[in-house]
């Protein structure tokens, strides 16, 4: 089973930037057969899928981020990363990372990473 753990939050102000970054435990080596994707969670509100990789490579973004945040993964290292800019207040949000397969695919969820994005 993979493990998860996403870092690289905090708070910054609209329009900053921040990297977000999405360590992977994997023994099994599958991390590069799979797309993998940044989610997000506000209070009261369920997970949003707003970025993935495929494992080929290409990548898909929500319309509210496309434009602003970059998703890219480093395979050898089991790593997924999201760089996020021009940062706004509704971006903020607790921060999770996992595969794209689908709900009844994904990986046990990590603590998430949050961000606060305020003046």
């Known amino acids: 089973q993979v493990q998860l753990r996403e870092s690289g939050g905090g708070a910054v102000q609209p329009g900053g930037s921040l990297r977000l970054s999405c360590a992977a435990s994997?023994?099994?080596?599958?991390?590069?057969?799979?797309?993998m994707a940044w989610f997000r969670q506000t209070p009261g509100k369920e997970r949003e899928l707003i970025a993935t990789?495929?494992?080929?490579?290409?990548?898909i973004y929500v319309d509210s981020v496309k434009g602003r945040f970059i998703i890219s993964r480093d395979n050898a290292q089991h790593a997924l990363y999201l760089q996020m800019s021009n940062l706004k207040p509704e971006d903020t949000a607790v921060y999770y990372c996992?595969?794209?397969?689908?709900?009844?695919?994904?990986?046990?969820w990590g603590q998430g990473t949050q961000v606060i994005v305020s003046s």
């Open positions: 994997d023994p099994g080596n599958i991390f590069p057969l799979y797309d």
């Open positions: 996992n595969n794209g397969a689908g709900t009844y695919m994904y990986w046990d």
């Open positions: 990789m495929t494992a080929t490579g290409s990548t």
